[in-house]
């Protein structure tokens, strides 16, 4: 059973990442007032991209840049239509999303299927030392410790600086902000491109690290996931940290059930973490506080002349 | 040359430098709303300079236009001298032009001391949260505010956060200073003292714009006023010392004004609405009501006198059914009130919310619409189940023109309107069809004295009618001229209601201030 635990421990961390990933950009968009449903789309453009740059012979380097370049494009494509044009932030982020899945299979069509060398561990020998399982746990690649990183230091830029000052005041009141001398539009499509690039750092993260290969509808769901765990994270990348360890967990215990030969229904055990969503979704709401932690001009376009 | 043209002389060709403001032959629409309509005003510095004009008459949406939050359609605007026609806000900002807003440009959730970083970090050169501190205390000092930094600006009193907003403006180092209504939300007290800063503000170097439409306000502070009537300038920029107040309400207001002041219409014997001992709990921001007990009669006008906060919404919310009370019963006609608002509003309440978008309108549905809405949620008056937009549009044009409902038609959205006309819009809307129990909260709040008026008639004649009128007022002059009988609220609990003959000014003064 201490192989077991071992075994789900140390791949907790690869299937939290993406989640993790994901849930940060989303906030980054969210705390500026957009709501970015487009994410499943957007990570989806991330892993294709970062395998057909694989598969033609660039270096791992490459291969996630290009992940991140292919999502900020069709993000920009997401920022035109709902903070310049201004449209319904629910109905562009939907098209987002059944857009950049599409695309993604289009793209991937011809690279799907093969396998690719994988993004490893960084230093497997540091770790000789330590106990069994906390070697497996902290023995990652490097994009896996980006991950654990990035929400630290994106909390430290919304919390402690001028510019996070400036974004967050963006999200709960745009007029007053503007009246501030705050540049919304500017502000909003800077967080909207930011969390595009690192919803395709989690796209990267699916094909390169997780499954090692394209395959079409490979994101399956985790881009809607992340926009359930803004939610639960309460829109703090801190909370998100364990909030995705939570569904890392999850999500790692499934193909240890599937190979340890229990007799379950192999789909009842894939739709533990639409499961766990939903306990999750209904928990935050249990627990709800007087005081929404919800950005209070989320997903409402902004207009100086509009009388509201 | 006489003195008199010297004086004459002056007065035209003033030297330009001594010219903060120069706005000429402005012009303003929105859609098809003309807001201004070749507005002048010229603005010097050291004075503080009265707009004055009636809600709709274009005075913030002109003052919205020097401060960058809309574009000029036409006509020239200047900025000591220099042509501007500013694009955003922050350019506005950065011309030394602030504006305190009467529904106050603060971002809620933020402590102060990050709404002041936000608007002034940068322009101020504060390297660190220290250094805006030590900033905010200083002026706070200077101009003898306490507020607390760290205090988030969505918990403050209206008071306090129109003094952020203040501190706000001048760390931003604002020179011409526009203060949209600043004494509309303050309690007596507190307003004198708001133009008392206006005044030294002034008096600083400073230029001041004051919008307001208290013609108070202008005698006790302003050098110069001018006014404004539907988008055009009437009167521009005379010394306030020689106008009298009845030349600016005639110039306002373009025609007599007739203001009905109280009936003696006396309570009849039926018993219209009971509170008994009601109480509620108090979540975040709310007062808990603390055992109200009160008794409205038929055809009597009561008054619910008291500051603001002191649990004047939460009262009004827990007779319409909004509030449930942990404790005590509401009767209506001697019967125990359903749960539900609609069935209240079947059993003939209606109600006019202080917060006129939040609880009254639908801002984003036209005036037809919004009229409408009720008549179709109860069985009476009208039982429909098909809606046609004639149908709505010929109640609606029927509304308009009894209610004197001025800047839209039926299909101009609710939210375009002033906000009085936005009130008599409510007021069509509630008045219609037949009703016993009528609950206000501030019905004039923010009003002209015109459209102040017409609210106040339309509560009079319906008491008269034999409806019981529970008015809900933060303004004791209004309470003391309609009422027939007169209660203070204060920390959540109501005094006992007495006659308005058997008190006066100065008791319910004391009880508002010490509670009963």
Redesign the interface.
């Known amino acids: 059973m201490n192989g077991f635990l071992a075994d789900w421990a140390g791949a907790v961390p690869v299937f939290a990442a993406p989640f993790l990933l994901a849930t940060t950009g989303l906030i980054i968009n969210e705390r500026a007032g957009v709501m970015n449903l487009g994410a499943e789309g957007i990570m989806a453009m991330g892993a294709v991209s970062a395998v057909i740059a694989m598969l033609s012979g660039s270096g791992l380097v490459a291969a996630i840049l290009c992940a991140c370049a292919a999502a900020v494009a069709i993000t920009l494509l997401f920022a035109l239509l709902a903070v310049v044009l201004r449209l319904e932030q629910v109905l562009s982020g939907l098209v987002i999303f059944a857009f950049g899945v599409g695309l993604s299979g289009v793209l991937g069509d011809s690279y799907a299927n093969q396998p690719i060398k994988a993004l490893g561990p960084v230093a497997p020998r540091i770790f000789a030392g330590l106990p069994h399982w906390l070697g497996r746990i902290l023995d990652q690649d490097p994009l896996t410790y980006f991950a654990f990183v990035l929400p630290v230091l994106v909390w430290w830029v919304l919390e402690r600086t001028?510019l996070g000052?400036?974004l967050?005041?963006v999200g709960?009141?745009a007029?007053?902000?503007?009246?501030?001398?705050?540049?919304v539009m500017r502000m909003r499509i800077g967080a909207v491109l930011s969390g595009g690039l690192v919803l395709g750092l989690a796209g990267a993260h699916l094909s390169l690290v997780g499954s090692q290969v394209w395959v079409n509808g490979m994101v399956s769901g985790r881009g809607w996931i992340a926009v359930a765990l803004v939610t639960f994270s309460r829109w703090n990348t801190l909370r998100a940290i364990g909030a995705a360890l939570l569904f890392g967990a999850v999500q790692a215990v499934i193909p240890l059930i599937l190979s340890s030969g229990l007799n379950v229904p192999i789909y009842l055990i894939q739709m533990l973490p639409y499961v766990a969503t939903i306990v999750v979704l209904g928990a935050s709401g249990i627990g709800r506080t007087?005081?929404s932690a919800q950005p209070?001009d989320l997903a409402r376009p902004f207009l100086?002349?509009e009388?509201? | 040359m006489s003195a008199a043209a010297e004086a004459r002389r002056a007065e035209t060709a003033r030297p330009a430098s001594t010219i903060a403001v120069r706005m000429a032959g402005v012009r303003k629409a929105f859609g098809e709303r003309i807001a201004l309509d070749g507005a002048d005003l010229t603005v010097v510095w050291g004075e503080v300079h009265a707009l004055l004009g009636e809600n709709g008459a274009g005075k913030s949406s002109l003052m919205n236009i020097l401060a960058g939050f809309y574009g000029a359609d036409d006509g020239v605007v200047e900025v000591a001298g220099q042509p501007a026609a500013f694009a955003e806000p922050r350019a506005a900002s950065a011309a030394g032009i602030g504006m305190i807003h009467q529904h106050f440009k603060l971002v809620g959730p933020l402590t102060v001391l990050e709404n002041l970083r936000l608007a002034c970090g940068p322009r101020a050169g504060w390297r660190s949260r220290d250094a805006a501190l030590v900033a905010m205390a200083g002026m706070a000092k200077d101009l003898g505010f306490t507020i607390k930094p760290d205090a988030r600006v969505d918990q403050l009193s209206v008071s306090e956060q129109q003094k952020v907003e203040i501190l706000k403006v001048l760390l931003g180092g604002a020179r011409i200073l526009i203060m949209d209504e600043p004494t509309a939300v303050l309690a007596e007290s507190e307003a004198a003292a708001m133009l008392q800063l206006a005044r030294r503000l002034a008096d600083d170097g400073r230029a001041v714009i004051l919008i307001t439409h208290k013609l108070r306000d202008v005698s006790a502070t302003a050098d110069r006023v001018t006014v404004m009537r539907a988008g055009r300038t009437v009167i521009a920029g005379a010394p306030a010392r020689d106008v009298t107040s009845a030349e600016l309400a005639r110039a306002m207001v373009g025609g007599e004004t007739d203001i009905l002041r109280r009936g003696t219409a006396g309570p009849g014997e039926t018993v219209a609405l009971e509170l008994r001992a009601l109480s509620t709990a108090g979540a975040e921001h709310d007062v808990p009501l603390r055992e109200i007990s009160l008794t409205l009669h038929s055809g009597e006008i009561l008054g619910i006198a008291g500051l603001g906060g002191n649990g004047q919404s939460e009262l009004l919310e827990a007779i319409i059914g909004l509030r449930t009370p942990t404790h005590g019963d509401i009767l209506l006609h001697g019967e125990p009130a359903s749960a539900f608002p609609a069935a209240r509003r079947e059993h003939g309440l209606r109600f006019v919310p202080a917060d006129r978008f939040r609880l009254g309108l639908f801002g984003s549905l036209t005036l037809a619409e919004n009229l409408a809405v009720p008549a179709l949620s109860g069985r009476q008056p009208e039982r429909r189940y098909w809606v046609t937009r004639a149908w709505m549009r010929g109640r609606a044009r029927r509304s308009i023109s009894d209610y004197e409902i001025a800047g839209g038609t039926a299909d101009t959205q609710a939210r375009l309107l002033s906000g009085g006309n936005a009130q008599k819009l409510i007021l069509a809307r509630e008045f219609e069809g037949a009703f016993s129990v009528l609950v206000v909260h501030s019905p004039a709040r923010g009003l002209d004295v015109r459209a102040a008026a017409a609210v106040q008639n339309r509560l009079l004649a319906a008491a008269a009618r034999g409806v019981g009128v529970l008015m809900i007022s933060e303004d004791l002059d209004e309470v003391l001229a309609l009422s027939s009988r007169v209660a203070v609220l204060s920390h959540g609990r109501l005094s006992a209601a007495v006659a308005i003959e058997q008190t006066d000014r100065a008791e319910l003064g004391r009880l508002i201030l010490e509670g009963a």
């Open positions: 001028e000052l400036r967050r005041a709960e009141d007029p007053a902000a503007d009246a501030a001398g705050v540049n007087s005081l209070e100086r002349e009388r509201r």
